[in-house]
C-alpha cells in the first residue's frame, strides 16, 4: 500500500504553469526530500498535498484514498511550517494540544498526549510558556510536536530549519532524523538545502521548474544522477563540468591538450555522442605525482582555499574550472600546472544537447 | 552635562508650541472654569460668583440625567453595532472576490462623506412624505402608512444610531481589515491543517491578532459617540420631545439657545470630566491588552 501517491499534478496561476504533472508514489514509512531552487514549486506542490492550495489537475491519493476536494482537516495529515506557525497567544501546551481541542479529545486525554509529545521533544519545562518565550530551537520543536501529537499518516514539512543558525540546524536534522527512526512515519520534506536532503532521505525529489527531475535514492542521486542539472545541484563543492569531445572511446577535454581514454563501461554509452559534458566531483580527485599512470588531467592552479577539513583548489584548464578537494596538507603550488588523477568510476558524462546521463 | 543639554534644548525647540497651546487652550479652559462658578449670561452680565450652584442644580436637575441616559444609550448601540458589523466588513473584504479592491474603496465612502452631508442624507431618506425608506417598507408591505421616523419620540433615536453606523463602521472595518492582514498567512493555514472551523479560527486564533486595533477603535468611537453633536443637530436638533438630546446637544441649547453662559460652561466641563474618565479608563485598559500580547 502506498502511503502518498501523485498522480498527474498540475497547477496553473494564470498562465504559468508551476507544476507541471507530478507523479510520485511514496511507500509507507519513508523520508520523501523535495529538492530544489527557489521557485520551483516545492511549497505548491506540499500545499497541495496538503490541502491548503488546490491542484489544477491531477488527484492525490493519500492512504490509497483520494484526497481531492478534502478539506485539509480530514486529510490525516500534519505540517511543519518555515516560519512555524506557532499561535502566538496561546501557551506552549496549548499549542500542541489545538489540534487535539479542535477535535473534541477530552481534556485528559489531550493532556497526557501533549505530555508525551513535550517528553519525546524535551520541551516539557517549557509547556506553561507562550511562543514568544522561546529561542528558534524551541519554537521549532514546539511546531514539531503539535505535529507529532496528531499521530497522522504523513507529516509535512516546509523548510523547517531554515531559520535556525547553522549549528542548530544540525542538530535538528539529527533530531527529525533520530524521530523519523523512532516512529516510522511518512515524511514529506521540503528544503533547497542539498545536505539536507542527503542526509535525511530515504528518497530525493529533484525538482526543477516544476516538474521532477530525478526521483531516487541519495545514494543513487549523488552516484548516479540522471541529469547535468541533478549533479551540478547536488554535491559541494558543485560538481566540475567540462566540455569534451568524445571520438573513437578517447574524452578530449575542451582547453586541454591530452585525451582521457574512457573506462570500458562508458565507451559504448558514449560512442555515439560527440559533444558531451564531463562531469567529476572535486572529492574524486587526488594529486598526481608525475610517473604516475592511468587516468589524469593537467590543470593550472590559480586559488587554493583551506577550508578546514579540506584543500580546495581552484584550477583551469583552458578557458574551463576544475575545482578538487582535497587533504587539507597537500603540498599545491598556486600559479603552476598540476596533474589530478581521476577515479575512472566516478566520471560523469552528459549529453550536452539533453542534459542527460550517457 | 550633555543630558541636561539635551533636555534643555528639547523644553526650548518645544516652546513655541507651548506657548500657542497655552493660548489657544490653556486659556479657554481656564476662562471656562471661571465662568462656570457664575451666573453670565452669554450676552450683557458678566456675571457673579455663585459658588458649586451651577453644578448642584445640573447634576440634580432630572434634564443632565435623563440627557445622560439618552447619550449613554447612543453611545453603547451605536459603537457596539458598529464594532460588529464593522469586524463582518472586514472578514468579508478580507476574503479573495472578484471586485474586491472596487468594494473596499467604495466601503470608505460613508465615513469620508462629511457628517452633515451624511446627516443631509438620511434626513432625506426618513423623510415623512417622500423618504425612500418609507417607501421600501411600504412596497415590502411592513408598513401601512408614511412614518416620521424622526418626528416620533419612539422611533428618532433608533434612526440617529443607523445613520450613524453607517457613517461610522468603515473605519472600524478599516482598522479591522488592516489588522486581519497582519495576521500571518501560515497560522491561518496551521490552523485550518488542525481542524479549526470557521468560528474556532476567528475566536482563537484571528481575534488575538485583531483585540488590540479594535480596542483602539473602541475607544475612538466611544469618546466620539460620547461627544456627539452634528448629527443630531442637523437631523433633530436633539428632538422630539427631547429624546435625541445628548449632553453636547445640551450644552449648546444651555450656552447658546438659553445663553446661560456660566451653567453652560458648568456643564460643558462635567461632559469634559465624563470623556476623560472614559479616555483614562481605555488607555489603561488598551496598556493592560498590549502587555499581554
Ligand atoms: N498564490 C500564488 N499566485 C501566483 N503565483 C504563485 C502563487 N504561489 C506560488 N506562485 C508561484 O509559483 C512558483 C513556485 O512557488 P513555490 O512557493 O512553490 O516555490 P518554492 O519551490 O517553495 O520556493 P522557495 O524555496 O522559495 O520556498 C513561484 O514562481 C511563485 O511565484
Ligand atoms: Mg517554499
Known sequence: ?358 | MTSTWITTRAWLLMLPLLIVMVAIIGWPLVDTVRLSFTDAKLVGTEGSFVGLDNYVKILSGSNFQRTLITTFWFAVLSVSAEMVIGVLAALLLNQQFYGRSILRALMILPWALPTVVNATLWRLIYNPEYGALNAMLMQFGLIDAYRSWLGEPGTALASLIVADCWKNFPLVALIALAALQAVPRDITAASMVDGAGAWSRFRFVIMPYLAGPLMVALVLRTIEAFKVFDIIWVMTRGGPANSTRTLSILVYQEAFSFQRAGSGASLALIVTLLVTVLAVAYAALIRKSAGVS
Open chain 1, 1 to 358: 500500500m502506498s502511503a502518498l501517491e501523485l498522480i498527474n499534478v498540475r497547477k496553473r496561476y494564470g498562465a504559468v504553469e508551476t507544476l507541471k504533472g507530478i507523479d510520485l508514489s511514496l511507500a509507507s514509512g519513508e523520508f520523501l526530500v523535495l529538492l530544489g531552487p527557489s521557485g520551483c514549486g516545492k511549497s505548491t506542490l506540499l500545499n497541495i498535498i496538503a490541502g491548503l492550495a488546490e491542484a489544477t489537475d491531477g488527484d492525490v491519493r493519500i492512504g490509497d484514498r483520494s484526497v481531492t476536494g478534502v478539506h485539509p482537516k480530514d486529510r490525516d495529515i500534519a505540517m511543519v511550517f518555515q516560519s512555524y506557525a506557532l499561535y502566538p497567544n496561546m501557551s506552549v501546551a496549548r499549542n500542541i494540544g489545538f489540534g487535539l481541542e479542535m477535535r473534541n479529545v477530552p481534556a485528559a486525554e489531550r493532556t497526557e498526549a501533549v505530555q508525551k509529545a513535550a517528553k519525546i521533544l524535551q520541551i516539557e519545562n517549557l509547556l506553561g510558556r507562550k511562543p514568544s518565550e522561546l529561542s528558534g530551537g524551541q519554537r521549532q520543536r514546539v511546531a514539531i510536536g503539535r505535529a507529532l501529537v496528531r499521530d497522522p499518516q504523513i507529516f509535512l514539512f516546509d523548510e523547517p530549519l531554515s531559520n535556525l543558525d547553522a549549528k542548530l540546524r544540525m542538530e535538528m536534522r539529527t533530531e527529525l532524523k533520530r524521530l523519523h527512526q523512532m516512529l516510522g512515519t511518512t515524511i514529506v520534506y521540503v528544503t533547497h538545502d542539498q545536505i539536507e536532503a542527503m542526509t535525511l532521505a530515504t528518497r530525493i525529489a529533484v525538482m526543477r521548474d516544476g516538474q521532477i527531475e530525478q526521483l531516487a535514492t541519495p545514494d543513487e542521486i549523488y552516484n548516479r544522477p540522471a541529469t547535468r542539472y541533478v549533479a551540478g545541484f547536488v554535491g559541494s563543492p558543485p560538481m566540475n563540468m567540462l566540455d569534451a569531445t568524445v571520438a573513437d572511446g578517447i574524452a578530449h577535454i575542451d582547453g586541454s591538450l591530452s585525451g582521457i581514454p574512457l573506462p570500458q563501461a562508458l565507451r559504448e554509452n558514449a560512442a555515439s555522442a560527440r559533444d558531451v559534458i564531463i562531469g567529476i566531483r572535486p572529492e574524486s580527485l587526488t594529486l598526481a605525482s608525475s610517473e604516475d599512470a592511468g587516468l589524469a588531467i593537467e590543470a593550472k592552479v590559480e586559488v587554493v582555499e583551506l577550508t578546514g577539513p579540506e584543500l580546495v583548489v581552484t584550477s583551469t584548464i583552458g578557458s574551463q574550472r576544475l575545482t578538487a578537494s582535497l587533504p587539507p596538507r597537500s603540498q599545491i603550488a598556486v600559479g603552476a600546472s598540476q596533474r589530478f588523477n581521476i577515479d575512472p568510476s566516478a566520471l560523469h558524462i552528459f549529453d550536452k544537447a539533453t542534459g542527460k546521463r550517457v
